[in-house]
């Protein structure tokens, strides 16, 4: 069964930094891309990042400079190192697997972490 | 990076049809067919409802349909019922990235 557990969120103050994890199990990390969601409170869905199989990454012009998407093979877990945090950052942070390689949709999600971004 | 566009809401009674509308351009929605549907109910994580404009996954019933038209793309569900009541998702690939619509909140009446 495919399982996804994001942990690491928490209050942090603005421009601090959060790393957050996502515990994959059912299959291989490294052999699917992954990619981490967010939501603000009370509203919609926003696209962060990706990690292809292959290792090239890619960012939401918002967090771009500033985020880092990575994967530990080992421990079949995903991360998102988040620096200069802001406050327009505060939101549930959703990590999304990506079907198959060379597919385009997220067919399994973590239930999320919440990243309070306040001083 | 621009967000596509939903209705912010929608409504209809039980048994009948509903259709939420998604647009955008011609760089996301009108130049792949790559759209895909999410339901998320209060305090749960999405779940996907259609994948590459109008296929479904398994255990998804058969009353959500997709398709696409241009740059606008559209979610159909059929008989409604009180379970459906939901905030529905698009999504588009493009070139690397993603962009999500803003969201439509469906109540059944």
């Known amino acids: 069964e495919v399982q996804l557990v994001e942990s690491g969120g928490g209050l942090i103050q603005p421009g601090g930094s959060l790393r957050l994890s996502c515990a994959a199990s059912g299959f291989t990390v490294s052999s699917n891309y992954m990619s981490w969601v967010r939501q603000a409170p009370g509203k919609g869905l926003e696209w962060v990042s990706v990690?292809?199989?292959?290792?090239?990454?890619y960012y939401a012009d918002s967090v771009k400079g500033r985020f880092t998407i990575s994967r530990d093979n080992s421990k079949n877990t995903l991360y998102l190192q988040m620096n200069s945090l802001r406050a327009e950052d505060t939101a549930v942070y959703y990590c999304?697997?990506?079907?198959?390689?060379?597919?385009?949709?997220?067919?399994?999600w973590g239930q999320g972490t919440l990243v309070t971004v306040s001083s | 990076q621009s967000a596509l566009t939903q209705p912010a809401s929608v409504s209809g009674s039980p048994g009948q049809s509903i259709t939420i509308s998604c647009t955008g351009t011609s760089s996301d929605v009108g130049g792949y067919n790559y759209v895909s549907w999410y339901q998320q109910h209060p305090g749960k994580a999405p779940k996907l409802m259609i994948y590459?404009?109008?296929n479904r996954p398994s255990g998804v019933s058969n009353r959500f349909s997709g398709s696409k038209s241009g740059n606008t793309a559209s979610l159909t569900i059929s008989g409604l019922q009180a379970e459906d009541e939901a905030d529905y998702y698009c999504s588009s690939y493009t070139s690397s990235t993603w962009v999500f619509g803003g969201g439509t909140k469906l109540t059944v009446l």
């Open positions: 999304a697997r990506i079907e198959a390689v060379g597919a385009t949709y997220f067919d399994y």
């Open positions: 590459d404009v109008s």
């Open positions: 990690i292809y199989s292959g290792g090239s990454t």
